[in-house]
C-alpha cells in the first residue's frame, strides 16, 4: 500500500506547456545568410528556449515545491505503513485465537476487520487524492509563474517565441545555444520569487 507520487513527471510536463508563443504586430522579415562561424550570442533573437530540465533544478519555487511534496509523500506512506501494520497485528490475534471463538465471535469479529480494512483502503484513496488534488494546484502555480514571468521577459528581450527543451520530452531536436536563454530565466525568476515565510 504506497501514495504514488508524480509530481516530477507531472511539473516537468507543466513546465513543458510554457512553450508560449507570444503573439506580435510585426512578423519578423525574411532574410536568408548563410553563416560559416560560430554564432554570437544574438541580443535580437526573436525566437529563444528555455531547457526546462535546468529551469526545474534551479528554480527555487519548484525545489521548496518538490520537497514540500515529497516531505508530504513520505509522512502519508508512513501513516499508511502504521496504520496497515495495527491492522495486520489485528489480524494476526484473531487469526491465533479464531480456534477458541464460537461462530457467532468469529463472524464479528470478521466482520469488524474487514470494515476496518475498507477505512485503511479509503483511508489511501483519499491521501492520495489529496496530494494529488494539491499537487496540481501547485503545478499550476508553477506554470503560471514561469509564464508570466516569461511574458514579461520576452517583452522586455523582444522575443516573439519562446520555446521549451528537455531531453526527456523535447520537440526540438537541435536548437544553436545562442538561443538558450536559460541562464537569465532562472536568474529573473529566482530574484522575482520570494518565498513565503
Same mark, same amino acid.
Given at each position: 500500500?504506497?501514495?504514488?507520487?508524480?509530481?516530477?513527471?507531472?511539473?516537468?510536463?507543466?513546465?513543458?506547456?510554457?512553450?508560449?508563443?507570444?503573439?506580435?504586430?510585426?512578423?519578423?522579415?525574411?532574410?536568408? =545568410?548563410?553563416?560559416?562561424?560560430?554564432?554570437?550570442?544574438?541580443?535580437?533573437? !526573436?525566437? #529563444?528556449?528555455?531547457?526546462?530540465?535546468?529551469?526545474?533544478?534551479?528554480? =527555487?519555487?519548484?525545489?521548496?515545491?518538490? $520537497?514540500?511534496?515529497?516531505?508530504?509523500?513520505?509522512?502519508?506512506? !508512513?501513516?499508511?505503513?502504521?496504520?496497515?501494520?495495527?491492522?495486520?497485528?489485528?489480524?494476526?490475534?484473531?487469526?491465533? *485465537?479464531?480456534?477458541?471463538?464460537? $461462530?457467532?465471535?468469529?463472524?464479528?469479529?470478521?466482520?469488524?476487520?474487514?470494515?476496518?480494512?475498507?477505512?485503511?483502503? *479509503?483511508?489511501?484513496?483519499?491521501? *492520495?487524492? $489529496?496530494?494529488?488534488?494539491?499537487?496540481? =494546484?501547485?503545478?499550476?502555480?508553477?506554470?503560471?509563474?514561469?509564464?508570466?514571468?516569461?511574458?514579461?521577459?520576452?517583452?522586455?528581450? *523582444?522575443?516573439?517565441?519562446?520555446? =521549451?527543451?528537455? @531531453?526527456?520530452? !523535447? $520537440?526540438?531536436?537541435?536548437?544553436?545555444? !545562442?538561443?538558450?536563454?536559460? @541562464?537569465? #530565466?532562472?536568474?529573473?525568476?529566482?530574484?522575482?520569487?520570494?518565498?513565503?515565510?
Amino acid at each position: 500500500m504506497t501514495i504514488k507520487l508524480s509530481f516530477l513527471h507531472k511539473t516537468t510536463l507543466a513546465i513543458a506547456l510554457t512553450s508560449l508563443i507570444l503573439s506580435c504586430k510585426e512578423q519578423p522579415k525574411k532574410t536568408e =545568410t548563410k553563416q560559416t562561424a560560430p554564432v554570437a550570442k544574438d541580443e535580437n533573437a !526573436s525566437i #529563444v528556449y528555455v531547457n526546462s530540465d535546468s529551469l526545474l533544478n534551479n528554480y =527555487t519555487y519548484f525545489k521548496e515545491i518538490k $520537497a514540500k511534496f515529497e516531505s508530504k509523500s513520505e509522512k502519508a506512506q !508512513s501513516d499508511l505503513k502504521q496504520k496497515g501494520a495495527a491492522f495486520q497485528r489485528e489480524v494476526a490475534a484473531y487469526q491465533q *485465537g479464531a480456534n477458541t471463538m464460537s $461462530a457467532d465471535q468469529r463472524a464479528e469479529i470478521e466482520k469488524r476487520l474487514a470494515r476496518k480494512q475498507q477505512e485503511l483502503q *479509503g483511508y489511501q484513496q483519499n491521501a *492520495g487524492a $489529496a496530494l494529488q488534488n494539491e499537487e496540481a =494546484t501547485e503545478n499550476e502555480k508553477l506554470y503560471n509563474k514561469v509564464a508570466e514571468y516569461l511574458k514579461k521577459h520576452a517583452k522586455i528581450k *523582444g522575443y516573439k517565441l519562446v520555446l =521549451t527543451y528537455s @531531453k526527456t520530452n !523535447s $520537440a526540438l531536436l537541435f536548437a544553436d545555444e !545562442s538561443l538558450d536563454v536559460t @541562464k537569465e #530565466v532562472i536568474k529573473g525568476l529566482n530574484e522575482e520569487y520570494t518565498p513565503a515565510k
